[in-house]
């Protein structure tokens, strides 16, 4: 079936990295857009920015430009988040989501990254 | 960016009762070349992810059930579901997928009364 699996959580500290997978199966991976959305705890659902598969090309929210970049392996249908410079307020569930018009009607089971000291 | 405000923030229904989620966009969301409307209903159980009900406004996705409805266009829309089931209890979403970024409202949290 179409699904998306994603890495387990991640606990760093402030300042560090992290990078969060997200390895799509039981479709044509480079036919839809992936997107990623976090979502703090108690929190809604904030769009993080979307990627293109088969081009490569990337568009993030501007909160994130000069610190997030999204990427793909194609030959393994995987999609990367890294998210650099962490802060306390960080602290999320990080979810890839698969965009074939816009909306997102496939999604990871969420990454939990936990920005502490 | 465009802002999406729900209303309510929280709701309680009586099982079997229609319940009635509001989502206003801050700017136009009805693309006129093809008169769709850039929409989209979520549904989020706890410890789940988010679970697409409604596209293009009104459109359920597959597996819906069809007590779920989406309505509305340009600015002003509406989730509808028409007799509450206890498996219904959950945040829903309201999101706009016409501009960069794709933003979502707050979230309306839907309890049983």
């Known amino acids: 079936q179409v699904q998306l699996v994603q890495s387990g959580a991640e606990v760093k500290k402030p300042g560090a990295s992290v990078r969060v997978s997200c390895e799509a199966s039981g479709y044509t991976f480079i036919s839809h857009n992936i997107t990623w959305v976090r979502q703090a705890p108690g929190q809604g659902l904030e769009w993080m920015g979307w990627?293109?598969?088969?081009?490569?090309?990337?568009h993030y929210a501007q909160k994130f430009q000069g610190r997030v970049t999204m990427t793909t392996d194609t030959s393994t249908n995987t999609a990367y988040m890294e998210l650099r410079s962490l802060r306390s307020d960080d602290t999320a569930l990080y979810y890839c989501?698969?965009?074939?018009?816009?909306?997102?009607?496939?999604w990871g089971q969420g990454t939990m990254v936990t920005v502490s000291s | 960016d465009i802002v999406m405000t729900q209303s309510p923030d929280s709701l309680a229904v009586s099982l079997g009762e229609r319940a009635t989620i509001n989502c206003k966009s801050s700017?136009?969301?009805?693309?006129?070349?093809?008169?769709?409307?850039?929409l989209a209903w979520y549904q989020q159980k706890p410890g789940q992810p988010p679970k697409l009900l409604i596209y293009?406004?009104?459109t359920r996705e597959s597996g819906v059930p069809d007590r779920f409805s989406g309505s509305g266009s340009g600015t002003d829309f509406t989730l509808t579901i028409s007799t509450l089931q206890a498996e219904d209890v959950a945040v829903y979403y309201c999101q706009q997928f016409y501009g960069t970024p794709g933003t979502f409202g707050q979230g309306t949290k839907l309890e049983i009364k």
């Open positions: 700017q136009t969301i009805l693309y006129s070349s093809n008169n769709k409307n850039y």
């Open positions: 989501a698969r965009t074939p018009l816009g909306a997102f009607d496939i």
């Open positions: 990627i293109r598969p088969y081009y490569g090309d990337t």
């Open positions: 293009w406004a009104s």
